[in-house]
């Protein structure tokens, strides 16, 4: 199975700040996705991007989220202004393809405590 | 709308016993994909399987093995002789086929103790 990583691993913030976590994609994988887990709930899903453009956003991603891949680097969510709530891991995960059902791969999570 | 329940919260079971995690989804499409994934404590999901609507065969994979039944809209999920390194929470999900990007829907997880 490919191997998803993440950066950082944990992270630890102040309300209002702005953090940025990272993914390294895998060389042929064209598909990336964002989904938050909130402390001892299920996986929900954030964002998915293909071709440098937002495909598919939840209601939870809003104003203050957004996603880049710069120059085919490293694919990023980034939150303006934290906040308690925000408080989760979130993971990152990759696709070679959106045919339906593709199989999503996760990356090891960050963990984004706020404090 | 598309849905997945899993009821049971967590299980507790002594090693070498087999243990059922139930999972039922509802879905309007005909042609879907199911899914299991594997939490461990160490916090990261770990791909079990996917299995598509149209394949009705039951899966085993060693210890591992997954009942599918379209007609109660199940996806159960077996572990025959349990181990204590199978303790994690583990997820049952669907691809939603009405997303654009096959956005995978969870469901609420059941954690496993295996107790030695």
């Known amino acids: 199975e490919p191997e998803v990583t993440q950066t950082p691993s944990h992270q630890v913030t102040q309300m209002g700040q702005e953090v940025i976590l990272r993914c390294v994609p895998i060389?042929?994988?064209?598909?990336f996705y964002w989904y938050r887990q909130i402390l001892g709930q299920k996986v929900e899903f954030l964002v998915s991007?293909?071709?440098?453009?937002?495909?598919?956003k939840s209601e939870i991603f809003d104003d203050q989220f957004s996603v880049e891949r710069p120059d085919g680097s490293n694919f990023t969510l980034k939150i303006r202004s934290t906040k308690l709530e925000d408080s989760a891991m979130y993971f990152c995960?990759?696709?070679?393809?959106?045919?339906?059902?593709?199989?999503?791969?996760f990356g090891p999570g960050t963990r984004l405590l706020v404090l | 709308a598309q849905k997945v329940t899993q009821a049971q919260t967590e299980i507790s079971v002594v090693e070498k016993e087999d243990v059922t995690l139930d999972c039922v989804y509802e879905?309007?499409?005909?042609?879907?994909?199911l899914f299991w994934y594997k939490q461990p404590p160490s916090g990261e999901l770990v791909f079990l399987i996917r299995?598509?609507?149209?394949?009705?065969q039951n899966e085993i994979s060693g210890r591992y093995s997954w009942n599918f039944q379209k007609s109660t809209s199940s996806f159960n999920f077996t572990i025959t002789a349990s181990q204590v390194v199978d303790s994690a929470v583990y997820f049952c999900?669907?691809?939603?086929?009405?997303?654009?990007?096959?956005?995978?829907?969870f469901g609420s997880g059941t954690r496993l103790s295996i107790r030695p």
């Open positions: 879905t309007r499409d005909t042609t879907y994909y």
């Open positions: 299995r598509n609507s149209f394949d009705e």
């Open positions: 999900a669907l691809s939603d086929p009405y997303s654009s990007a096959s956005k995978i829907i």
């Open positions: 995960a990759e696709a070679p393809g959106t045919s339906k059902g593709e199989t999503q791969y």
């Open positions: 991007f293909y071709n440098n453009e937002i495909s598919e």
């Open positions: 060389s042929n994988h064209l598909y």
